[in-house]
């Protein structure tokens, strides 16, 4: 993957096929997700009280669907437009409609380019504090096994710390990034494949002789079939968080040396290796290794089992590769339980540094167009890089995981489900966008820009509506995550709002322009 060359904006064209799957795929990350969000799954609860977790495998088959959908639909915008450079999405928006023949088409570009810049920065600048706040507890989790007590003040110096790093890293530029996810990928793969087959074999051996009723699902196809309507969509408001970054791969189109080739094939593969494959293996056999034999002991000296444990626990799969190395490994479960954590402390350094990559890609995008502020465009000098973005980002990622870590699950479910908010809107919006775009042009095809974009629409407004709607019916912890959530997206609308229009103003820029007879060039 070596340069050639540097695009427009400055950036260095240096990412074939396998540099831009790679990083989309870095920031999916399976082994790291499994580990993570587990815990936010297990402890979902519906407006009755009862648990979700029965749905947890089904519910990430919906919100593949959806990803599914969408990233189709970004795939055909990727190859129409592979000019994008970092904008990504932002770019989509404006092209989609300057190149519509109505006049009164185009004069909403502005409009759309600000809502789906809007939703990619609430999506991709919550996401990395989400992957700090993690780090933090995973951190405190590995301390704990050697009897060390991380307070809380200690676990904030490691979210600040470890957002530095990644910036550090980040601004270093996106090659040193791709060899790093490229390693990252190939390690957290083995030790899903490993992990999974032990959890399959805990529960065909049933070595430890459990009774039917001990086993959390039981049989095989109790995971794999839905449960409950209610259940099944709330899981899939979370599940989009393990899904998200196929997408992330169309802002590095200003560094792919052949974007209308690569870019395209980079969202679809990395979906398809780490969401339709990885994921689903990985969580078929958690699940069904999941029994009364995983036990967590609340502060008070209250014993949880199963479910309810998993729920509890800071990292249910860090106690499940316990008794799996236990097991089979000659009782070496805690040795096991390390070499899993380290392989995911490297997975979430991956997909952090993903999404930072991401973020501050649209940021620059954005700034170029005079819709953010100008830091936000300059260029290192030495690596290329949007520096100064990143630097900022490394601040906010470092403010989000505090946040994260002061409330303990219900803050981290509630910027988790901030970031998936921005992600599901983001996503409408670039499933309407495609229909806009081909509407009405000789490369129209119903099935590929009509029905699976519509159904892309009605996929992400059905996942919208879940984390307004049923979040907040279920009351409890799971309606003040949903407040949470949803203070912190009107917060970020309320900010972008006002940015856009006081700037309009001092620019002289119109909000909705007049009609144009003649089609405007866009950046």
Known sequence: MAASGSSSTGLKKSLGLTGVTVNAMALIAPGAFLWMTYQLQAASVDASGQSTALDMWTGIVGALIVAFLTAFAYSELARRYPEAGTGSAYYFAEKALLDREEPHHRR????????????????????????????????????????????????????????????????????????????????????????????????????????????????????VLPHNLSGLLFQSTIAILILVGFESSTALAGEAINPRRDIPRGVILSLIIQGLFAYLFEYFAAN??????????????????GIAAAGASGAPIGDLAV???????????????????????????????????????????????????????????????????????????????IIGLLGGVVTLTGITLASNLGTFVLYLLICGLTFV?????????????????????????IMVGTIFVVGIISGGTTAQETYLALGISAGWLLLSVVYFVVTSNQQGKAIVPAPSPVAPDSK
């Open 108 to 223: 909403w570009a502005r409009i759309a380019k600000f809502a789906t810049g809007w939703a990619a920065h609430l999506f991709y600048w919550v996401y990395p504090g989400v992957m700090v706040a993690f780090f933090a507890v995973l951190v405190t989790y590995v301390a704990g096994v050697f009897g060390l007590t991380i307070p809380l003040i200690g676990q904030i110096v490691i979210a600040i710390v470890f957002a530095g790093l990644v910036a550090y890293i980040a601004m270093r530029g996106i090659t040193g990034s791709t060899t790093a996810s490229i390693v990252i990928n190939v390690i957290q793969l083995t030790a899903l494949i490993v992990l999974s087959v032990l959890a399959i074999m805990f529960r065909v051996e049933n070595p430890l002789h459990l009774a039917p009723a001990e086993w959390y699902h039981p049989a095989a196809s109790s995971i």
């Open 288 to 305: 069904l290794a999941l029994s009364d034999k995983l036990v967590y002991v609340a502060a008070d000296g209250t014993k949880l089992t």
């Open 323 to 401: 008794i799996l190395g236990n097991t089979f490994l000659g009782g070496n479960g805690t040795a096991f339980m390390l070499v899993i954590a380290f392989t995911v402390i490297i997975a979430i350094l991956g997909t952090t540094l993903a999404a930072m990559n991401t973020g501050v890609r649209i940021s620059f995008a954005m700034a170029q167009d005079r819709e953010m502020p100008d830091v936000m465009g300059l260029l290192h000098a030495e690596f290329a890089t949007p520096h100064v973005g990143v630097m900022i980002m490394g601040g906010v990622s470092a403010l989000i995981g």
């Open 437 to 461: 775009a081909f509407a009405g042009g000789k490369e129209f095809n119903f099935f590929k820009h009509g029905l699976i974009p519509a159904l892309g629409v009605l996929g992400n407004i």
